[in-house]
């Protein structure tokens, strides 16, 4: 079955930095695109960013865009979320986020168990 697994989440200062990794198994990784949601206390989950099969096309939403980056090694079969001045307005629980296929138009199939990412003012 597809396991998708999060790494890297924890608490930092407004302005800091944190890279997501997320390791993913049980299908062929090069495949599908990936992505990034988010969920705060109280909120929706909702979408940050996402990346095709090959890496080549991305997506992201406006209140991430300029600070965040998402790149994935198919290699390794990892997607990583490099999140740079944070603010406080990120936090919240981080969950990777397999899809359908190849776009990043697609489905959202497989979620990841979620990984906290605090920052503190």
């Known amino acids: 079955q597809v396991q998708l697994v999060e790494s890297g989440g924890g608490l930092v200062q407004t302005g800091g930095s944190l890279r997501l990794s997320c390791a993913a198994s049980?299908?062929?990784?090069?495949?599908?695109?990936m992505g990034w949601f988010r969920q705060a206390p109280g909120k929706e989950r909702e979408f940050v960013v996402a990346?095709?099969?090959?890496?080549?096309?991305?997506k992201y939403a406006d209140s991430v865009k300029g600070r965040f980056t998402i790149s994935r090694d198919n290699a390794k079969n990892t997607v990583y979320l490099q999140m740079n001045s944070l603010k406080p307005e990120d936090t919240a629980v981080y969950y990777c986020?397999?899809?359908?296929?190849?776009?990043?138009?697609?489905?959202?199939?497989?979620w990841g168990q979620g990984t906290q990412v605090t920052v503190s003012s």
């Open positions: 986020a397999g899809y359908s296929g190849s776009s990043i138009f697609g489905r959202v199939t497989y």
């Open positions: 049980g299908r062929t990784f090069s495949m599908y695109a």
């Open positions: 990346i095709d099969s090959r890496g080549g096309s991305t």
